[in-house]
C-alpha cells in the first residue's frame, strides 16, 4: 500500500464526504428507468480510494471527460453535479466508476448510467513515454445490472492520458489574463464545478484528484492542492507501472 493509500484511513473528511456523495445515488437509482445501470461491485460503491479523473485539457462544464465508449456508444463527457469518471485503486486492482445524473425541472434527478468495473493491470495496455502515461483497455466486462440484478455483458473501450508537464498548470490569475487560453471568461465560466481549492488550469490532457479529495490535501500530506496535482504522475506511477 502506497504512502497516500495508508494515509486515508485517518482522512476522515474525505471518508464521509465521499459516502454521501454515493448514497444519494440510492435515490437516483430508485427514479431512473431504461437506463445502464451496471456494477462488478457491491451499489453504492462507498470506498474511500484514491480517486483520479481522466480529463480533458482546459476542461470546462460541456467538456470536461476524457471518453469512454459502452457498447459503441460514446457516453456524456460534460459535467454536472454528481457526476464521476475516475479510476482509483484497491488491493492490485484498478476500479472504473463512470456515472453521470439527468436533471429536468419538478422532477426528482435521475441517472444517467452508472458503471464499475474492476480490471486488473494485466488486463490493461499501460504504456509510459516522454513524461507521458496511457491506460487504455478494449474488451468485455460482465457483472450485474444494479435495478434488475440480472447479470449483463458489456464492451467497454477508453483510453485515458495523463501528461505530465508541470509548466502546462496555470494558475487562474495567468488563465484570467490570457488571450490564448480563453481570459476572464474561461475562468469565470468554471468556478461552479471546481472546488474552492483547485484555483488552477491544466492546459494538456491529464488526470486530476476528485474534487472531493482535494478537501483533505493536508491529511494526504500536501501543502496546497496544485502540490497534490503535481505528485500525480508519481501516484499513477506507483500503482500502474
Request: aromatic share 10%.
Amino acid at each position: 500500500m502506497c504512502e497516500y493509500c495508508s494515509k486515508l484511513s485517518s482522512a476522515a473528511t474525505y471518508s464521509s464526504k465521499l459516502s454521501q456523495y454515493m448514497l444519494e445515488d440510492i435515490e437516483r437509482m430508485m427514479k431512473t428507468e431504461d437506463a445502464l445501470l451496471f456494477s462488478q461491485a457491491d451499489f453504492p460503491y462507498i470506498e474511500p480510494l484514491l480517486y483520479f479523473e481522466p480529463r480533458v485539457a482546459l476542461p470546462k462544464p460541456t467538456r470536461y471527460y476524457q471518453g469512454i465508449r459502452i457498447d459503441g456508444m460514446e457516453m456524456r463527457q460534460d459535467w454536472a453535479s454528481g457526476a464521476m469518471r475516475s479510476i482509483g485503486f484497491k488491493n492490485g486492482k484498478i476500479i472504473l466508476l463512470a456515472k453521470a445524473v439527468t436533471r429536468k425541472i419538478g422532477e426528482a434527478e435521475k441517472l444517467d448510467h452508472y458503471f464499475l468495473v474492476q480490471l486488473g493491470k494485466e488486463e490493461l495496455k499501460i504504456s509510459e513515454r516522454n513524461n507521458e502515461i496511457t491506460i487504455a483497455f478494449d474488451g468485455n466486462v460482465e457483472g450485474m445490472n444494479i435495478k434488475t440484478r440480472k447479470m449483463e455483458s458489456h464492451t467497454l473501450t477508453f483510453s485515458f492520458t495523463h501528461e505530465h508537464n508541470e509548466k502546462a498548470i496555470l494558475p487562474d490569475s495567468r488563465i484570467a489574463a490570457s488571450g490564448i487560453y480563453g481570459g476572464t471568461s474561461r475562468v469565470m465560466g468554471k468556478q461552479a464545478i471546481m472546488s474552492r481549492f483547485e484555483n488552477y488550469s491544466i492546459t494538456v490532457m491529464h488526470f486530476a484528484p476528485h474534487p472531493l479529495l482535494l478537501y483533505s490535501y493536508k491529511e494526504l500530506g500536501f501543502e496546497s492542492a496544485m502540490e497534490f496535482q503535481k505528485k500525480v504522475y508519481d501516484i499513477l506511477k506507483m500503482h500502474l507501472l
